[in-house]
């Protein structure tokens, strides 16, 4: 029998009306640089590691995991602080299922019905979408030509509407834009100053940066949440392992709305192995690094408008018809990503072979446009 019912049948709640799910095109094609992953596969020596600890793991699957994740959540904590320089406890950092869980539960305890988040557009389409699904109303800020935020306009905007939640993301998806320390404080003050408000702060590519993580603004500023994930730089995308650090008293507040056990004792096993092989995995990001400067110059290179770029993708155009460029890209074999924004066209990077893959379709797609 063909179920003929669609969504628009269905008694959805309204704010969810219209949207549509958030995700990339996944097509089968020799070079793929749409999802922002890193291109590097795990080493061996961390595989073997993770199998070992997973089946330890696995000889207690009858039990349910440590639902408070504290061995995780204290390499995390040292992590942190080693990788920052600032100080960091076990009883300050929260870990989910990736940073969208954290997000989701960071909303479902300081957002809700009757509650609003403001975020700068362009940014990460999930700040929204979760907002939406929480039954918080969703505000968006401006951003100037250059896509940094406007701190004067900002503020203004703070005053107007007094979000219950700021979502302030650096470096910025897609743009790769990252945010000045002085306007991360400034909008910090100026939401608190209209009521209290809960800042994320989104660093889920600040390894691939250029400038230091806000981390140690958190300090003195107890409604701040820097949010993280290891499926960046950590090369973990199919683990799902995000993570926050904010003061104790945000982690407490969180554990009231997360689901019993969320985190299995697999996931857990499998984050605690990549974390003993930081050193190895946070040399990948220098080489990401590398590579994202080059596309960067390469592009400009070619008279094309580049985004600078404090993440591990890099955003370029301008074109007239932007999903014409983005087919003619494909059509050579190299998947870019099309989020929307006018005229742009967003890159992630990869291998040094991907990437020239992608430089030489670019170079062939503006000669055929010229």
């Not at 003195?220 to 003061?247: I, N």
């Amino acid at each position: 029998m063909t179920d003929k019912l669609n969504i628009d049948d269905l008694p959805i709640r309204d704010e969810l009306k219209g949207k549509s799910p958030y995700g990339a095109p996944q097509l089968h094609v020799p070079v793929l640089l749409n999802t922002n992953e890193n291109p590097y596969s795990l080493p061996e020596d961390l595989v073997a590691r993770i199998a070992e600890r997973v089946a330890a793991a696995a000889r207690d699957l009858n039990r349910y995991p440590d639902r408070d994740a504290v061995e995780l959540r204290t390499q995390l904590a040292a992590y942190l602080t080693t990788s920052t320089g600032h100080a960091v406890v076990k009883e300050q950092v929260w870990a989910a299922n990736g940073s969208n869980e954290i997000i989701q539960q960071l909303m479902q305890t300081f957002g809700g019905s009757g509650r609003t988040a403001l975020g700068f557009s362009p940014t990460y389409q999930m700040h929204d979408l979760i907002s939406r699904g929480t039954g918080t109303r969703w505000i968006e800020g401006p951003r100037r030509p250059d896509f940094t935020v406007d701190v004067e306009a900002a503020e203004t905007a703070l005053q107007a509407e007094r979000p219950d939640v700021l979502f302030l993301c650096s470096p910025n998806n897609p743009t790769g834009t990252a945010m000045e320390r002085e306007t991360v404080v400034r909008l910090y003050d100026a939401a608190q100053a209209v009521k209290p408000t809960l800042v994320i702060v989104d660093e889920a590519y600040v390894e691939f940066s250029h400038r230091p993580s806000l981390l140690e603004l958190l300090d003195g500023r107890p409604l701040m949440v820097v949010t993280r994930t290891m499926s960046k730089a950590f090369g973990a995308a199919g683990l799902r392992l995000g993570y926050f650090a904010a003061a104790s008293a945000v982690v407490d507040a969180v554990q009231l709305v997360r689901l019993p056990y969320h985190l299995s004792a697999v996931t857990q096993a499998t984050a605690l192995a990549a974390l003993e092989f930081t050193d190895v995995l946070l040399g990948y990001v220098d080489k990401l690094k590398a590579e994202r400067d080059r596309i960067v110059t390469e592009l400009r290179a070619l008279g094309l408008d580049v985004t600078d770029s404090d993440a591990n993708f890099v955003q370029f155009g301008r074109f007239e018809d932007t999903h014409a460029i983005w087919q003619a890209i494909l059509a050579r074999g190299v998947l870019v990503r099309d989020n929307g924004v006018p005229g742009r066209l967003r890159v992630t990077a990869g291998t040094p072979a991907e990437n020239d893959a992608f430089l030489d379709a670019v170079r062939t797609v503006l000669k055929e446009n010229r």
